[in-house]
């Protein structure tokens, strides 16, 4: 049963209907809280939160989170898409109608705001730096001043370290973080900053450390298409029953145990739909 139904979503729902204006969607543009099936963008090459295995199907904390609330949308699994959405494209895939939503560590900022409509959070981590285990040189973001930073498309996280805090860093382009971890065991960049749920799901098995000095707050919310704002609100509902029920410290856990990072349990404070 979709988590909208019931006298007062009922009512919610008529007021939308009776507002296209409010709603914010163009005429015959659909809400995911009434879609019966739904395409998901994800990530293909981020351990722990989506990757993509040689049969083609995804694993990983966002791509669960992602099924948990399609599910509360009333969209059973079979009915459930995932595609690849690299950081570069996930505005434009929103747009283009690729797809319904994205979990796809996709981090809510002020710019991303003006094109997309955010539901969540559904988590907060924290932006760290990974590099090589030998290094003993980086031991917080000032350290980064006159090292070679990997710059992932679309990201936002090296404009935190160069734009932010002004420090100095070079930047090297990389189409992924993966990418960016190959240049890394390579000896072409000095480090990766970003999201440290991101850095402990690439760290394992590699030769490299986390430096663990946290110093910002990434707020990942679930895209969906400007304007969408019954969606959003339905999504946040989901979100909210995901910490309540339990779901959310299972999903966590079952991703992230051994990573020694401190992962929080408690629902997110939402952004507001808009």
């Not at 109608?97 to 981090?107: E, K, M, P, Q, R």
């Not at 960016?180 to 072409?188: I, Y």
Request: glycine letters at 10%.
């Amino acid at each position: 049963m979709r988590i909208f139904r019931g006298a007062a979503a009922a009512a919610a729902l008529a007021a939308a209907a009776g507002s296209g204006a409010a709603c914010g969607l163009a005429a015959g543009e659909e809400s995911v809280a009434r879609k019966e099936s739904l395409v998901i963008g994800v990530k293909a090459d981020q351990p722990g939160l989506g990757l993509k295995a040689k049969d083609g199907t995804y694993a990983g904390f966002d791509v669960d989170v992602a099924r948990y609330v399609a599910g509360r949308l009333g969209v059973p699994p079979g009915r459930v898409a995932f595609r690849t959405t690299p950081s570069s494209v996930r505005e434009k895939a929103l747009a283009d109608g690729d797809v319904d939503l994205i979990f796809a560590t996709y981090s809510i900022t002020a710019r991303r705001k003006e094109a997309v409509t955010f539901g969540g959070p559904y988590y907060v981590p924290h932006q760290d730096t990974l590099v090589r285990a030998d290094d003993a040189s980086i031991r917080n973001v000032r350290d980064l001043k006159g090292k070679r930073l990997c710059e992932v498309a679309g990201s936002n996280s090296w404009r935190r370290v160069i734009e932010e805090r002004e420090i100095a860093a070079t930047r090297v382009k990389a189409p992924t973080y993966s990418a960016c971890m190959d240049l890394l065991a390579g000896r072409k960049i000095d480090a990766v900053s970003t999201d440290d749920l991101i850095l402990a799901g690439f760290a394992a098995g590699r030769p490299v450390k986390i430096i663990n000095a946290p110093f910002t707050d990434e707020k990942y919310g679930v895209g969906i298409r400007k304007g969408d704002l019954e969606g959003c609100e339905a999504v946040n509902r989901a979100i909210t029953r995901m910490y309540q029920d339990g779901t959310a410290a299972r999903l966590l856990t079952k991703w992230f145990k051994e990573s020694g990072l401190k992962l929080a349990t408690s629902v997110p404070q939402f952004e507001g739909c808009s």
